[in-house]
């Protein structure tokens, strides 16, 4: 059973814009939320987190808002820039076995 | 640079053929992971390790094993390779004196292909 789902496989965008990039999860247990951004041929880069005790983290033009009754969380990134284009997976930290579970990532496109 | 490196970056080997992919890090991280990503899959864990004589499964280890040789070094091997072990190959670390949301810091990948 998938614990973290990103339900959106693609996502374009047009340069200036705001992306907007969904998660949900199922677990109560995870305790932070990360997100990564990896682009072709590299490894994955952590991007930002949020603990579940917040319901908002801001990082320059990227900002994670949780929503812990909805078990929802979203990446917006403001404005977009063509260099923005990756995939981005979410990822949930359980402190009990300090595991991630990664969803299976949204492509997101930035349209010059 | 304190970086997880991956050897080898690509490698093509037939069904039944033992594979080894190796990892290494100078980041003096003392926990390793091994995933595989798949095209609309995700990352997947494959096995962890949170210290040198501590290994354990992830949730599809089955035709994997790995070791831990020392504190930087952790290898993954496919003892008879097959076809749907085809697909990119991820190393990771994390410090369990680091910051509280586990994050975890990847090396660049090795695309395996079995023909």
């Known amino acids: 059973d998938q614990q973290v789902k990103q339900n959106s496989p693609s996502l374009s965008v047009q340069e200036g814009r705001i992306s907007i990039l969904n998660c949900d999860y199922t677990?109560?247990?995870?305790?932070?939320f990360l997100w990564y951004k990896k682009y072709p041929a590299e490894g994955p880069t952590f991007l930002i987190s949020?603990?579940?005790?917040?319901d908002k983290n801001e990082d320059g033009r990227f900002t994670v808002f949780l929503n812990k009754s909805a078990k929802h969380l979203s990446l917006h990134i403001v404005p977009s820039q063509p260099g923005d284009s990756a995939v981005y997976f979410c990822?949930?930290?359980?402190?009990?076995?300090?595991?991630?579970?990664f969803g299976k990532g949204t492509l997101l496109t930035v349209n010059p | 640079d304190a970086d997880v490196t991956q050897t080898p970056r690509n490698r093509i080997t037939k069904t039944g053929k033992r594979i080894m992919l190796e990892c290494s890090q100078t980041?003096?991280?003392?926990?390793m992971y091994w995933y595989r990503q798949d095209p609309g899959l995700g990352l997947r864990l494959i096995y962890y390790?949170?210290?040198?004589?501590?290994?354990n499964k992830g949730e599809i280890s089955d035709g994997y094993s790995v070791s831990r040789q020392a504190q930087a070094k952790f290898s993954l091997s496919l003892e008879s390779a097959i076809p749907n072990q085809t697909a990119l190959y991820f190393c990771?670390?994390?410090?369990?004196?680091?910051?509280?949301?586990?994050?975890?810091?990847f090396g660049p990948g090795t695309r395996l292909t079995v023909l």
């Open positions: 949020i603990s579940s005790i917040k």
């Open positions: 677990n109560s247990m995870f305790d932070y």
């Open positions: 980041k003096g991280h003392d926990r």
């Open positions: 990771a670390t994390s410090d369990s004196a680091g910051a509280q949301d586990n994050e975890q810091f």
């Open positions: 390790s949170f210290d040198v004589k501590d290994i």
């Open positions: 990822a949930a930290s359980d402190a009990s076995n300090y595991k991630l579970t």
